[in-house]
């Protein structure tokens, strides 16, 4: 089945996919490249793909726990052995009347997964470490327009016009996270006379790159573009006609009366952006022919809801929506549903967080995935007893990740484990893995076969790509879908009476008129054609209750957030005497996150050619009051933890902030034990911990927290 020479499959050396083609010589990945027939590109890190295939570091059979939990020591076992012990855990689960205290933490890359349909199937929860980073301006889109991009719903800059405004507010595409051509569009853009400006704490690539770098204060967006709102709507400079036709009835009257105090001056003083810039902002953006805004930092902020609920306001009052240069909204692939489905769980009355004693916390948060960072305190709880994971890995990139790794080993009065079985699927070691039960070996995007498709993907919103394997797996490894897809056919035949994932696949396909071997044939991808414009048009209607876009969020009246609050996190606005410094993250191409992505990768650590350090960027004012000089190792302690880390200083970061890239801190694995690497976790609190300090309808602070920094 393999052969030779360029074959179309998609990387995954981020959670971006880009669709690639791999050259293959004698059996040998040697070369990737982006694929012609998606968007074309492949970045550094994509290219660094095949140096994990190939890693020494490769886990190639199924393992066995043996000594305690966190010990590491495992012993070799066969898949079958391995099987056994997972269905007979889950069936003990399920006869005990405890289903649902069984989640498998996932990074839902796509709706075609088959381990979704295994957790629907065996009654537990789907959980994710991922997209509620941003379920804040999910949640924010669903309530103001009826539809649920994130993120990756980018602007599409490809469309942005001569004079259009780029705003990045916290948002690294340049450092990855976005599709590999997204670099490329926003300079075309830029070149047809487009303007960047970014909005970031940090001056970093994408700053360096920009027509205008505003610095501003960690989580003050929120307040910026009130702000700007403010200026626009006062001024008579917003889209009335736009307003007029397509806004709620009353809601811009409540929005005027809302806006009134947030002047330029007001939000100034909140988010530390000049008033004179707030005003040249609001200029810019009324005399330009379009304005879309990026963001990512923002919506990992404690306000994240305050923020997403801002930005909606802003895209709605300037008319960008859905218009070339502004805010695409989705359009969705019909993918055949294979039948039988099984249900989904009431999310309303189920789940290990919802059932636990914090349920009434929880009252209010509305995302249709359970937030893995609740693990610990459901474990505490007992409401937790089997935990899965894939792809994710909570023992170092969740908040509060000490306490995650001390639920997993605490024990009942019978000295037995609280959480009775972790299983980790994982192409090299990861620190997760340390604490598993089972380990099974997973396949890289070279090895196995996957159909990927998200209505809200950069890549995939348009189009569905086959990851197709194009060389033998190496050892006894086999994917994670593939292994839930047997266990599934043991455990419920009736949910999963095919054949195998590429049979799984082709039924899903058939909603789209094609099938795995045509979409080989088609060079790997399905799409529709062009995207289409202002959808909400032809429709008549937005998805919402009223049809309208709904500015004002009447169903959080008694909560008090009607309308978006402009303050900072609560995590910001308090213990600034012992902590004076904020926290602020950032990622780099060179390493994009702790998964079983691009972790462990020695072409991505390499001192030479690559990134081997995570320093704390200081600035160099805040540095002399604290007789810190550059490459001193300081600590850098929050209410949570502390670290110890090496300084360098530099004028690319506000004063008042303290920078560090997120996601290291791994002690397993050749590779990333070498180096000074810190873990932003281990000073973050655990979200289940400090419920109350949680934006409950979708936006979890993953990154607010204050620190000190002491020699
Ligand atoms: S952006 Fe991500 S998915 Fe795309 S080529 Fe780079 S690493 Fe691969």
């Given amino acids: 089945m393999y052969q030779d020479g360029w074959i179309p499959t998609v990387c995954y050396q981020c959670k971006a996919e880009c669709a690639i083609l791999a050259r293959v010589e004698n059996g040998v990945v040697k070369e990737v ?30 393992m066995k726990r043996v000594g305690e939990r966190g010990s590491g020591k495992f012993e070799r076992i066969t898949w079958d052995e391995a099987m056994d012990i997972m269905e007979t855990k889950l069936t003990e689960l399920r006869d005990r009347g405890e289903a649902h205290k069984f989640t498998y933490s996932m990074f839902p890359h796509s709706v075609t997964d088959p381990k979704w349909r295994f957790v629907n199937a065996s009654g537990g929860f789907i959980s994710t470490g991922l997209p509620h980073c941003d379920s ?31 705003i990045l507010s916290g948002r690294h ?20 006379g487009a303007k960047l400006i970014v909005i970031d704490p940090i001056y970093r690539t994408e700053a360096s790159k920009a027509d205008w770098w505003i610095p501003i204060k960690p989580g003050g967006d929120a307040s910026l573009f009130l702000g ?44 530390d952006v000049p008033v004179e810039d707030i005003i040249k902002l609001a200029k810019m953006v009324a005399d330009a022919p379009s304005a879309c805004i ?39 692939a019909p993918m055949a549903p294979v039948e039988p489905v099984p249900s989904a769980p009431d999310v309303t009355e189920l789940g290990y967080h919802r059932s636990g004693n914090n349920r009434e916390k929880f009252d209010n948060y509305n995302f249709f995935l359970q937030p893995t960072w609740y693990a610990a305190q459901a474990i505490k709880d007992d409401t937790l007893k089997v935990f899965f994971a894939s792809e994710c890995n909570p023992a170092l990139s969740e908040m509060g990740s000490g306490e995650w790794r001390k639920a997993v080993t605490m024990k009942d009065e019978n000295g037995d484990y609280k959480l009775e079985l972790l299983v980790v699927t994982e192409i090299m070691p990861s620190e997760t893995m340390k604490w598993a039960d089972l380990v099974l ?24 790509a086959l990851c197709q394997p194009v060389v033998k797996p190496i050892g006894e490894s086999r994917h994670a879908n593939r292994v839930f897809i047997e266990l599934g056919q043991r455990m419920f035949p009736e949910y999963f009476a095919f054949k195998d994932d590429v049979e799984y696949y082709d039924i899903e396909l058939s909603g789209v008129g094609m099938s795995v071997k045509e979409l080989q044939e088609n060079g790997g991808l399905w799409s529709p ?6 959808k909400y048009e032809d429709d008549g209607k937005f998805n919402t209750p009223s049809g309208k876009i709904e500015l004002e969020w009447q169903m959080y009246e008694d909560i008090g957030q009607k309308w978006p609050s402009p303050e900072l996190p609560l995590e910001y606005r308090r ?108 000073l973050i609190a655990d979200a289940g911990s400090t419920l109350d300090e949680q934006d409950m309808r979708g936006g979890e602070a993953h990154v607010s927290t204050r620190v000190k920094i002491y020699k």
């Fill in 136 to 166: 804040g301006k999910i949640m924010a889109m669903m309530h103001t327009f009826g539809c649920f991009p994130n993120h990756h719903i980018a602007p599409m800059y490809h469309t942005v016009p001569k004079g259009g405004l780029m």
């Fill in 529 to 534: 054609g062009a995207v289409g414009f202002r």
């Fill in 294 to 332: 990026d963001a990512f930092k923002s919506i990992m902020y404690g306000n994240a809801m305050d923020w997403g609920h801002a930005w909606t306001i802003f895209l709605v009052i300037t008319g960008n929506l859905d218009n070339p240069g502004g805010q695409p909204l989705p359009e969705i």
């Fill in 173 to 192: 595409p340049f450092g990855c996270l976005d599709d590999a051509a997204v670099p490329g569009y926003i300079l075309d853009a830029k070149e047809r």
């Fill in 575 to 682: 213990g600034e005497d012992e902590f004076p410094f904020i926290l602020v993250n950032f990622r780099t191409i060179f390493l994009n996150n702790t998964g079983a992505w691009s972790q462990n990768n020695a072409q991505l650590r390499d001192p030479v050619s690559g990134l081997d350090a995570n320093p704390c960027l200081l600035n160099p004012l805040d540095a002399k009051k604290l007789g810190i000089v550059d490459g001193d190792t300081v600590t850098m302690a929050s209410g949570t933890g502390s670290v110890e880390v090496p300084v360098m200083l530099t004028e690319k970061i506000v004063p008042g902030c303290a920078g560090i890239i997120h996601g290291f801190g791994q002690t397993m694995g050749k590779v990333a034990s070498r180096g000074k690497w810190i873990s932003d976790n281990e």
């Fill in 33 to 62: 490249k982006g694929n012609p027939r998606g968007r074309g590109k492949a970045c550094v890190k994509g290219m660094a793909g095949i140096t994990s295939l190939y890693s020494s570091e490769r886990l190639k059979h199924p």
């Fill in 441 to 464: 070996p997973d396949q890289t995007n070279f090895e196995r076969w996957e159909l990927l498709y998200m209505p809200w993907w950069y890549n995939f919103g348009h189009c569905a």
């Fill in 228 to 271: 700007v709102c403010n200026y626009l709507l006062l001024n008579d400079l917003h889209d009335k006609k736009f307003c007029d036709k397509w806004v709620r009835e009353g809601d811009m009257d409540g929005l005027m009366a809302y806006i009134k105090d947030k002047t330029p001056e007001a939000m100034s003083k909140i988010c």
